[in-house]
């Protein structure tokens, strides 16, 4: 949350005149929002997680980790981003291209040898480029590709979350 982003015409995610994003607590300080989305967000992981296995990776799938880890943070949690986005160099993709990229992406995925790390580098990648959510997509990627590694027929540890990790400490 702490790096700006960037949208070409003003962010209706935010509150005016702020760079905080609109909540559900309606926190208007930035350290304040940061605290109870990372504890919001981690009492809610083992359900996302639990309801998650199993499921045929997809964008749906996507939404519904996001949904579920951010649904007592944002109200527009699970939701395909409406704003175009980029951090530092890297411009995401336009939200009106999401669902389809998303399609292509996960059917290529879903054929794919994911045998070779290097394959799956590569999906990581294609993946955190469509950044669908406006917020939220670093942690719940990582909890996707979580789903992808189970379904391997070799033992490659899942990715763990090292967002959560900070609250363990």
């Not at 015409?9 to 989305?37: C, H, M, R, W």
Request: include cysteine; hydrophobic fraction near 40%; aromatic fraction near 10%.
């Amino acid at each position: 949350m702490g790096e700006s982003y960037w949208n070409q015409t003003g962010d209706p995610y935010q509150y005016a005149g702020s760079s905080v994003l609109k909540n559900i607590p309606n926190l208007k300080d930035a350290d304040a929002l940061d605290v109870f989305e990372h504890r919001a967000t981690a009492l809610r992981l083992d359900e996302a997680v639990e309801s998650a296995a199993g499921k045929p990776v997809s964008l749906a799938l996507w939404q519904y980790i996001h949904r579920t880890l951010f649904q007592d943070v944002y109200g527009w949690a699970g939701e395909i981003r409406s704003v175009q986005l980029a951090k530092g160099s890297t411009v995401f993709a336009m939200p009106e291209h999401i669902e389809t990229e998303a399609a292509r992406i996960f059917k290529e995925l879903a054929t794919d040898n994911l045998s070779d790390p290097g394959r799956l580098a590569f999906y990581f990648g294609e993946l955190n480029v469509l950044h669908p959510f406006r917020e939220g997509n670093g942690r719940t990627q990582k909890l996707l590709f979580d789903e992808v590694v189970r379904a391997l027929p070799c033992s490659i540890c899942p990715i763990a979350p090292p967002w959560l990790e900070a609250h363990h400490t």
